[in-house]
């Protein structure tokens, strides 16, 4: 257990559906990091937060996405007008406490769209 | 940019060696990082390098670094048919946040 915690652990919607997937974070960590991880594939960088603020996104992050960060605390994704494409593990990234700038990962977000 | 390349399959005999390779792009990547992810389970941090060094060893486990050919390698002593999983390979780029995965490399550990 990293004690990176996400929620839900599987979701299943159709087409043109919103969703929202939630990061609970390793506690007294100012960062927090979201990936997204296709079948047979590496994950793949979305976007950082330094506290509340959302300071590096990648081009992956289309505009259908936005993450938050209220309070520097949890961290929640939502993907608006889901498409099939967007079927995935959405992954949530700590730091830890060593000073070799590792990332901790929770067990991660199924999406599946139909 | 960058890009980090594994072979996607390994298969070894139970007691063997096991070595995975990676090869990275970004020579200003600061530390290197092995992943381990089981069926169903999440990412599981094995090890780091950071780029000064060219080894470390942490018990069963040997990394390597040729930071001249940017490749990254991982020894797997007395492989055990627990250590069947896909390993990742990663770097940190200088200055950056995220990091860069490679596409992971399936290992299958046979009786």
């Known amino acids: 257990d990293t004690g990176v915690s996400q929620n839900p652990r599987h979701k299943i919607t159709k087409r043109g559906q919103n969703v929202t997937f939630r990061c609970d974070p390793i506690s007294e960590h100012n960062r927090l990091y979201w990936y997204r991880q296709t079948l047979g594939q590496g994950p793949e960088f979305l976007t950082y937060f330094q506290n509340e603020a959302q300071l590096e996104k990648s081009r992956l992050l289309s505009d259908r996405f936005s993450a938050e960060r209220p309070k520097g605390s949890f961290s929640t994704l939502e993907i608006q007008r889901t498409e099939q494409g967007d079927s995935a593990m959405y992954l949530c990234?700590?730091?830890?406490?060593?000073?070799?700038?590792?990332?901790?990962f929770g067990p991660g977000t199924r999406l599946t769209v139909l | 940019g960058e890009d980090v390349e594994q072979s996607l399959f390994l298969s070894v005999r139970e007691g063997d060696s096991s070595v995975i390779n990676c090869t990275y792009t970004d020579s200003s990547s600061t530390y290197l990082y092995w992943y381990k992810q089981e069926p169903g389970a999440g990412l599981q941090l094995l090890t780091y390098?950071?780029?000064?060094?060219d080894m470390k060893q942490d018990q069963r486990l040997t990394v390597l670094l040729n930071k001249k050919d940017k490749h990254l390698s991982l020894r797997i002593a007395d492989t055990q048919t627990g250590d069947s999983a896909i390993y990742f390979c990663?770097?940190?780029?200088?200055?950056?946040?995220?990091?860069?995965f490679g596409p992971g490399t399936r290992l299958s550990v046979l009786p």
């Open positions: 990234a700590s730091p830890g406490q060593g000073s070799y700038n590792e990332q901790f």
């Open positions: 390098i950071f780029s000064n060094m």
């Open positions: 990663a770097e940190s780029p200088l200055g950056g946040q995220n990091f860069v």
